[in-house]
């Protein structure tokens, strides 16, 4: 319990979409802190005990809960939420999954994979991958966003101009976030979150996990915001840089050919060097591994780097 917060949202308390028409679960002043208190991205449908076989049969009407929406008091179109995040409570629990037809090489790979993780929710210490991979954890919530001043449900998958599943991973303690505001009281939720992932989240997944997200929203008047935008509190990869990167490259006209290739380079350079299968290798980057444009000017050729931190392996 947050004995700071002014409101804790539960976990029954979320919703599936955008919906500007939806009734707020709780009305809040400028200057609140509240505590969510969020599911996963499958909304509970993997757990500790699940198979590949639930990859296979997920509820796809049921991905990526958000808790909300909060009516913010005094907050109009063209005004922005101040949103600074200030903590997480992890559950120790998470999962990533290739699933079909969902993940940047989704064409090479077709069939369900499931990997379940156990890290320790106090220390916040590497978590295992396999035998001897550790992948260095830090919380965030993927999913952060205002209602859309368009009347409707519309999906929660694709982020939004109002913010949404943006997986933005330095979306973490420490960070504000603002985001335009287009209905009414802004209607704001939050979900999807994560104790891992790498920029880019390139299978569709990260470590998925449960946890409690504490956060100060504020109201920004006239601010005329027309994307989100935030400020980070400090270095973003302190805990990736330590023993440096593999980085393999896309060369060519067109960025998201790039990113494919780079990215399937990677999964075959840890297959050659670490001796993992093509599918854990794909999910293991997507927790972990950055996709950077490094090169946009040089026309006809741009270039796209994937960066795999080496203290995985070390």
């Not at 896309?250 to 990215?263: I, N, Q, T, W």
């Not at 670490?274 to 090169?295: F, H, K, P």
Request: negative net charge; hydrophobic residues 40%.
């Amino acid at each position: 319990m947050c004995n700071a917060c002014s409101y804790t949202i539960h976990n029954h308390q979320h919703h599936f979409g955008w919906d500007n028409a939806l009734v707020p679960v709780e009305t809040v002043a400028p200057g609140s802190t509240i505590e969510f208190h969020c599911v996963d991205s499958s909304a509970g449908q993997l757990t500790a005990d699940s198979t590949v076989k639930d990859v296979e049969t997920l509820d796809f009407g049921k991905i990526n809960p958000v808790n909300g929406p909060i009516f913010v008091e005094g907050a109009e179109p063209g005004d922005a939420l101040k949103i600074t995040i200030d903590s997480f409570k992890p559950s120790g629990f998470g999962w990533t999954a290739n699933i079909p037809g969902f993940g940047l090489l989704a064409d090479q790979f077709t069939d369900p994979a499931l990997t379940l993780w156990k890290y320790d929710a106090n220390t916040m210490e590497p978590a295992l991958f396999g035998t001897y991979g550790r992948v260095p954890l830090k919380p965030f919530a993927g999913t952060i966003g205002n209602a859309l001043a368009e009347d409707g449900l519309h999906s929660i998958v694709p982020p939004r101009r109002v913010g949404g599943n943006m997986d933005i991973r330095d979306l973490a303690a420490g960070t504000t976030l603002y985001l335009p505001v287009e209905v009414a009281g802004a209607m704001l939720s939050v979900g999807d979150t994560h104790a891992a992932q790498g920029d880019g989240e390139v299978c569709g997944t990260a470590i998925e996990s449960p946890m409690d997200a504490v956060m100060t929203v504020d109201l920004v008047k006239n601010a005329e915001l027309k994307m989100p935008r935030f400020t980070t509190p400090g270095p973003v990869t302190r805990h990736l840089d330590a023993k440096g990167y593999d980085v393999t490259t896309g060369v060519g006209p067109d960025l998201m050919s790039g990113a494919r290739d780079a990215v399937s380079s990677m999964v075959d350079l840890l297959c050659k060097t670490q001796g993992l299968s093509a599918v854990d290798a794909y999910m293991l980057v997507s927790t972990c591994g950055d996709l950077r444009i490094s090169e946009i000017v040089d026309m006809p050729n741009w270039i796209v780097s994937f960066y795999f931190p080496r203290c995985v392996f070390e």
